[in-house]
């Protein structure tokens, strides 16, 4: 199959039921170590090593999740409270961050159209918004002085979006518990749009009318978009989005891959789209 197919040593697939496993395309599974060591999560700071290094600083128990906005069922619930009774699927899924850099993994989550119903949204409720923790004695990137982020981070989906059957509540990863540096104890996965929209170490869900803000257009409006789907036709303002470098990518090999429209979930999502002007819509 496709260019990485053989570039992962064997000796990397320390989680040995994992090894010699592909995505539906027959890719392979980015090495554990390297989803667990590679991460964005500025809340403990913007060097790909911090969160790994300063996460476990964060507690995750107990935690809870506060629910608010247009739906039946909303207030503060004990995370045990809402996952319980709720299968977890695991779903390998293409990951593919707007720094053009990409990996695929072994998601486990609960499909999101089941785990939003339980609050019973009502008919006005056009938008969701999710909102990750705010802790600054235990997210040392929130006390920074120059972060330039106004926290907590915050992300959103129209609804619909929201519950298409491919986006997930993840709790875990390569068969595990998520660690803290890929958002434990919750985050978002939706495998057709870049990577800033998954939010992770979710404490917060707001069912909105109108579209809610999401922290990187608040940050750089120009670059990045509320929707954010992957397009390798509309270029980032500084830097092509027509290939990505498929992890692990190194010097000598950088496996650079053509990247496919909606991530190459198209034929699943682009309905959701029909009639959009997706240059304008980023
Ligand atoms: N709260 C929060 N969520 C976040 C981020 C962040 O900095 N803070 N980074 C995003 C970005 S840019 C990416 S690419 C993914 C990275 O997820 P991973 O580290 O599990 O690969 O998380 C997203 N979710
Ligand atoms: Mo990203």
Same mark, same amino acid.
């Given at each position: 199959?496709?260019?990485?197919?053989?570039?992962?040593?064997?000796?990397?697939?320390?989680?040995?039921?994992?090894?010699?496993?592909?995505?539906?395309?027959?890719?392979?599974?980015?090495?554990?170590?390297?989803?667990?060591?590679?991460? &964005?999560? /500025?809340?403990?700071?913007?060097?790909?090593?911090?969160?790994?290094?300063?996460?476990?600083?964060?507690?995750?128990?107990?935690?809870?999740?506060?629910? =608010?906005?247009?739906?039946?069922?909303?207030?503060?619930?004990?995370?045990?409270?809402?996952?319980?009774?709720?299968?977890?699927?695991?779903?390998?899924?293409?990951? =593919?961050?707007?720094?053009?850099?990409?990996?695929?993994?072994?998601?486990?989550?609960?499909?999101?159209?089941?785990?939003?119903?339980?609050?019973?949204?009502?008919?006005?409720?056009?938008?969701?918004?999710?909102?990750?923790?705010?802790?600054?004695?235990?997210?040392?990137?929130?006390?920074?002085?120059?972060?330039?982020?106004?926290?907590?981070?915050?992300?959103?989906?129209?609804?619909?979006?929201?519950?298409?059957?491919?986006?997930?509540?993840?709790?875990?990863?390569?068969?595990?518990?998520?660690?803290?540096?890929?958002?434990?104890?919750?985050?978002?996965?939706?495998?057709?749009? /870049?990577?800033?929209?998954?939010?992770?170490?979710?404490?917060?869900?707001?069912?909105?009318?109108?579209?809610?803000?999401?922290?990187? &257009?608040?940050?750089?409006?120009?670059?990045?978009?509320?929707?954010?789907?992957? &397009?390798?036709?509309?270029?980032?303002?500084?830097?092509?989005?027509?290939?990505?470098?498929?992890?692990?990518?190194?010097?000598?090999?950088?496996?650079?891959?053509?990247?496919?429209?909606?991530?190459?979930?198209?034929?699943?999502?682009?309905?959701? /789209?029909?009639?959009?002007?997706?240059?304008?819509?980023?």
């Amino acid at each position: 199959m496709g260019a990485g197919a053989s570039l992962a040593p064997p000796s990397l697939f320390a989680n040995a039921p994992y090894e010699g496993k592909t995505s539906e395309r027959g890719e392979v599974l980015t090495p554990e170590e390297i989803v667990t060591s590679y991460n &964005n999560f /500025y809340e403990f700071g913007t060097d790909k090593g911090d969160p790994a290094r300063y996460a476990h600083e964060m507690t995750i128990e107990p935690w809870t999740v506060e629910v =608010r906005g247009k739906a039946a069922k909303t207030g503060k619930f004990a995370l045990e409270e809402l996952t319980k009774g709720l299968a977890e699927e695991e779903r390998i899924y293409r990951f =593919r961050c707007v720094e053009a850099w990409s990996m695929v993994v072994p998601w486990t989550g609960i499909p999101m159209a089941r785990f939003l119903a339980q609050f019973e949204p009502e008919g006005s409720a056009k938008y969701v918004q999710f909102t990750t923790l705010h802790r600054p004695s235990e997210m040392r990137g929130q006390r920074a002085l120059f972060s330039g982020i106004d926290w907590p981070y915050v992300e959103g989906l129209r609804l619909d979006e929201a519950y298409h059957p491919l986006t997930l509540m993840v709790t875990g990863v390569y068969g595990k518990p998520l660690p803290n540096q890929n958002g434990a104890p919750l985050r978002l996965m939706v495998p057709w749009k /870049y990577g800033f929209k998954s939010v992770k170490s979710i404490v917060k869900i707001t069912f909105t009318e109108r579209q809610p803000r999401n922290t990187w &257009n608040i940050l750089a409006p120009q670059e990045y978009g509320f929707y954010a789907n992957v &397009n390798p036709e509309v270029d980032h303002p500084r830097w092509s989005q027509a290939t990505e470098r498929r992890l692990p990518s190194t010097l000598f090999n950088p496996n650079r891959i053509p990247t496919l429209p909606f991530n190459g979930y198209g034929e699943e999502v682009a309905g959701l /789209y029909a009639g959009m002007d997706l240059r304008r819509n980023y």
